[in-house]
């Protein structure tokens, strides 16, 4: 860096201050060029630009928190303004699930599945879970209803029904919310209680209300297919094949998650509006959270009782929680009892 000097004259130097002088003269011209420095700005701001691209990326990964929020939101949506909601009809219930279970596994690997299969203690937990105390409480609540409520009996007819049918996909992006490495336990757990619904669920009906439920074997193979199958294994292979792509994509999905689940919840209870207004609608909506509480409760007690030595138990409470509670109550309810 070229040093340069100002002319000094005679007049100006002094005994014991020319020393003085001749430094701060020499640092101002040298200090200048480095304080001016064009490439420590450029790298000042690009390191700005990068904090803010950073925090962009964890908003989006942290959008799954709002979950919750998100729920009860459309939820009240959906019953104060219900055209918010009426559009997302029963046809984009699968695309949606699809998606669902695609983000589920992006985010896991062939190896999380095997590990589940490993464990078939906890499946038939989840399976018992699904066929044999929601049964038992959709005929508690089925009888109630009627009983106590004095609600016609196509309803109590219809919680019974309810409670013999398979679980529902969004347990396995609930698990995957709270317990990711769980994910595909209960993945395969709602896969195997859907496929064998075929010859259980007849048979739950017909010993609940003596009437057996007609089962649509070639749609519920469809369903699986859709749902979990295909959606699952290109989330693998997008994974195992292109992780750069994975990366890519992978903060975008908690956020387009959640707006999925926030449909997924809302459409039922805007596209039933009428029937939630009805003079019976309220009481049926008691009797569908208090079942649906219920359900928790049970599958989570359960669990604690018979998996007291496992090392996550708290992980596999929450778990096969899901999978005994989570359901698509209401549509099927006014199914039945318009049936």
């Not at 000094?8 to 003085?20: A, D, V, Y």
């Amino acid at each position: 860096c070229p040093v340069h000097f100002r002319s000094i004259s005679h007049s100006n130097l002094k005994f014991g201050s020319s020393r003085n002088f001749v430094t701060n003269s020499v640092s101002e011209n040298i200090s200048g060029p480095f304080d001016q420095d064009p490439d420590r700005n450029y790298v000042t701001e690009s390191n700005q630009v990068l904090n803010q691209e950073f925090s962009l990326v964890n908003i989006l990964k942290q959008s799954n928190s709002f979950l919750p929020h998100v729920v009860l939101g459309s939820t009240m949506l959906a019953l104060v303004f219900p055209p918010s909601f009426t559009w997302f009809t029963a046809r984009y219930y699968a695309p949606a699930l699809g998606f669902l279970m695609f983000a589920v596994g992006v985010n896991s690997s062939e190896k999380d599945f095997i590990e589940a299969f490993k464990r078939p203690a906890a499946i038939f937990a989840g399976y018992v879970g699904q066929f044999v105390v929601k049964p038992i409480l959709g005929y508690i609540f089925g009888t109630i209803s009627v009983s106590v409520f004095g609600l016609p009996t196509p309803i109590g007819a219809g919680i019974m029904l309810v409670s013999c049918v398979s679980g529902a996909q969004l347990s396995n992006y609930a698990t995957f919310l709270t317990d990711p490495p769980l994910a595909p336990l209960s993945i395969v757990m709602t896969s195997l209680s859907t496929a064998t619904a075929v010859f259980v669920t007849p048979l739950l009906s017909l010993l609940l209300i003596g009437k057996r439920l007609p089962v649509d074997v070639k749609g519920m193979v469809s369903s699986i297919l859709q749902i979990v199958v295909v959606p699952i294994a290109a989330g693998l292979l997008l994974n195992r094949f292109f992780p750069r792509i994975c990366n890519a994509i992978r903060p975008f999905l908690p956020p387009l998650s959640v707006l999925v689940t926030a449909c997924c919840v809302g459409a039922p209870l805007a596209i039933n509006i009428e029937s939630v207004m009805s003079p019976f609608g309220l009481t049926i909506l008691l009797l569908i959270i208090t079942f649906h509480l219920s359900a928790f409760v049970a599958g989570y007690v359960v669990t604690g009782l018979a998996f007291a030595e496992a090392h996550d138990v708290k992980a596999l409470q929450r778990t096969l929680s899901y999978e005994t509670g989570v359901m698509f109550l209401y549509n099927k309810i006014l199914y039945s009892s318009s049936t």
